[in-house]
């Protein structure tokens, strides 16, 4: 067990201590957000034909080079409605009127929008020389057979749930989606709905980390808040084990006479990766293991818990999803005002994103301590303040990260 790591080092031996979960076959229709459990080739180009992108006339380029001196008339042979197949071919001195979708026929190398044309049921004038596939998209201009689509791991967003449809896939693999078990400590803990009494405050990160795992795509089960006593976490790590993929749990992660939890990890058979990491706020955690399940101890500090949670339960949890981008994305983000605070050790400062004379920025809500949840609503990106700081001014530029 490791003592009070990088969080680079924690995100990588959380990530590294998880297995995807396994995958099932699933009815496309019902796989938006759910991430890809095979590769998918394109067994077929798409489109599959020459197809017309506007209502119009196909005709052969060659033969309207001459228009911008006065209109070329052609003779109109068919009608060729999208869904259609063409029945003539295209020759000297002809067209074919097209719809939008419609297959090219063959001799046609070039298209014209009929409101470009004066025509009538018989015949279409050509005032504009054409170029030869003027017009025209090529069979596999979206997709060539062979082409790889998508790896396992990929989100199936509207874009490839459309992609894939295109391939007449009916039915994916996907995985499956887990299932991450959240656990309460504390005996000061009330839940919402309940009378507060002295001394009690509301869990509130039980519904702050359940709107992030679901967020995620996580099933979240609850399974209880437990008073400070090792042997009655460990009942819940027991419970959550068996019927869970990874547990989250809340509060006890710290070194005081009540922090309990890597306690009762310990007593659960599990085997303890790291305690403590290097930033704040969020230093104080727990992480283990147990047959390749992730147990995640976060601060009872509902800030602290959620800053951690982002930078080292997340990745390790997408990764549990099958996620092949299970790392978090960095950017560079400039403060739009400053931080009045020195950092001895590595500070995390959340903030909302804003795009501001060409470059990305990020809004700084008041209230960054421990135990301020309230200026995380809405927030989408955190920054990292390098340890042995002083204050940061307005404009500096920081490391961040995409929540």
Known sequence: MREHVSYGT???????????????????????????????????????????????????????????????????????????VPH?????????????????????DAVVKYEDTKYTAEQVEIFLPAYPGQNIVRAGEDVRAGTVLA????????????????QGLSRVWVHRVPKVGLISTGSELAEV????????????????????????????????????????????????????????????????????????MELS??????????????MACAYAVREGKLLCGLSGNPAAALTNFYLVALPALKRLAGRRDYLPRELTVAL??????????NRVLRGKLALSRGRVEMDLPEGQ?????????GCDVLAVIPAGSGPVPAGAELKGFLI
């Open 10 to 84: 924690a995100r990588t031996l959380a990530a590294e201590a998880v297995r995807p979960v396994e995958t099932e076959l699933l009815c496309l229709e019902d796989c938006a957000g759910r991430v890809l459990g095979q590769e998918v080739t394109a067994a077929e180009d798409v489109p599959a034909f020459d197809r017309s992108p506007y209502d119009g006339y196909a005709f052969r380029a060659g033969d309207v080079q001459k228009a911008a001196d006065g209109p070329v008339v052609l003779r109109v042979v068919e009608e060729i409605p999208a869904g259609g």
């Open 88 to 108: 003539r071919a295209i020759t000297a001195g002809t067209a074919a009127k097209v719809l939008t979708g419609a297959p090219i026929p063959m001799g046609a």
């Open 151 to 166: 790896h396992s791991g990929a989100v199936i967003d509207p874009g490839l749930a459309g992609t894939l449809a295109a």
């Open 193 to 264: 709905g309940e009378p507060l009494t002295s001394g009690k405050i509301y869990n509130t990160s039980r519904y702050a980390l359940t709107a992030t795992l679901k967020a995620l795509g996580c099933a979240t089960v609850w399974l209880g808040c437990a008073r400070d006593d090792a042997e009655a976490i460990r009942l819940l790590i027991e419970a959550g084990l068996g019927s869970c993929d990874a547990l989250v749990l809340t509060g006890g992660a710290s070194r005081g006479s009540y922090d309990l939890t890597p306690a009762a």
């Open 269 to 282: 058979g599990a085997e303890l990766l790291f305690r403590g990491v290097d930033f704040k706020p969020g």
């Open 336 to 345: 739009t005002k400053r931080f009045p605070k020195a950092s001895p050790m």
């Open 369 to 377: 301590g421990n135990a301020v949840l309230s200026s995380a609503a």
